[in-house]
């Protein structure tokens, strides 16, 4: 499932071929993916110059010179292709550009989701109007955390899921940036003071920036036929890795919380 680092290669890849670029066309082969596309996305974005491409979360932006941004989701399984050999069932959304390549959004599963809003407008787009800030971002910071943490009772690692305190993070990097700052994810938010939320945020600042490095190391092959973007192997320090050893010499547990896994190390996580 692609998270907030694939999210980010995918678009520096997409910008290598779309910044400053105009679209010839942009054809929907379905009608919907886990809502419907735009009736007028073909319409608004042929003939479109991209002037911008960013991330907000896990959605990629493309912004047009009409002063239109579209926004997608990659879903469970979703990704782009740029100049695929050939068109098959599983691309869902094509489009042609000036410069003479295709690019189609290829997701099977379709979970995935195309939207189209006035860049002007962009942070009332619903999923967007009650985000927290990026993690990445300079308004992420431990005296940032500490107020919105301070009474929540709730363990650490669900108020790191949860897309209102802090925007985009996903499972895996909650998982390993916690190991990482050796704090519990059962530990109560309000606990864990300001001597530890300075390593958790420089931990979850590093795990990204080091993913998206890795992401970035595969960025050459973009153009290689078939060539699809945003997804790479990492090796975890926790994460998927129940019963194997911690760097700390411990041993990874795996605990399920709201439904999810968890994998830390009772061993240095307290
Ligand atoms: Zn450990």
Wanted: hydrophobic share 40%; net charge positive; aromatic share 6%.
């Amino acid at each position: 499932m692609p998270e907030l680092p694939e999210v980010e290669t995918t678009v520096r890849g997409l910008a290598a071929v779309l910044q400053d670029v105009r679209l010839t066309s942009v054809v929907a082969r379905r009608a919907d993916l886990r809502r419907a596309f735009p009736v007028d996305l073909g319409q608004r974005m042929t003939g479109a110059r991209i002037v911008s491409l960013g991330r907000r979360a896990k959605y990629g932006l493309l912004g047009t010179d009409r002063g239109d941004s579209m926004i997608f989701h990659l879903g469970m399984s979703g990704r782009w292709r740029i100049d695929p050999e050939d068109i098959g069932t599983h691309d869902h959304l094509v489009m042609h550009t000036d410069s003479g390549h295709v690019l189609s959004l290829f997701d099977p599963r379709r979970f995935g989701s195309v939207d189209l809003v006035e860049t002007a407008a962009i942070a009332s787009f619903p999923s967007f109007a009650a985000m927290g800030p990026e993690p990445l971002g300079d308004d992420f910071t431990p005296a940032y955390l500490r107020e919105r943490l301070k009474s929540r009772a709730s363990p650490i690692k669900a108020m790191l899921l949860d897309q209102r305190i802090v925007a985009g993070l996903g499972n895996i990097y909650v998982c390993e940036a916690l190991n990482m700052a050796r704090i519990s994810p059962l530990r109560a938010a309000e606990q864990i003071g300001p001597a530890k939320l300075k390593p958790l945020v420089t931990a979850i600042k590093s795990v990204l920036v080091d993913a998206i490095a890795a992401g970035g190391s595969t960025l050459r092959d973009y153009a290689r036929p078939d060539g699809q973007l945003g997804y790479f192997a990492k090796q975890w320090r926790v994460y998927g890795r129940e019963g194997e050893a911690c760097p700390c010499g411990g041993t990874v547990k795996r605990t399920v919380q709201s439904g999810r896994s968890t994998f830390w190390c009772p061993s240095c996580q307290k």
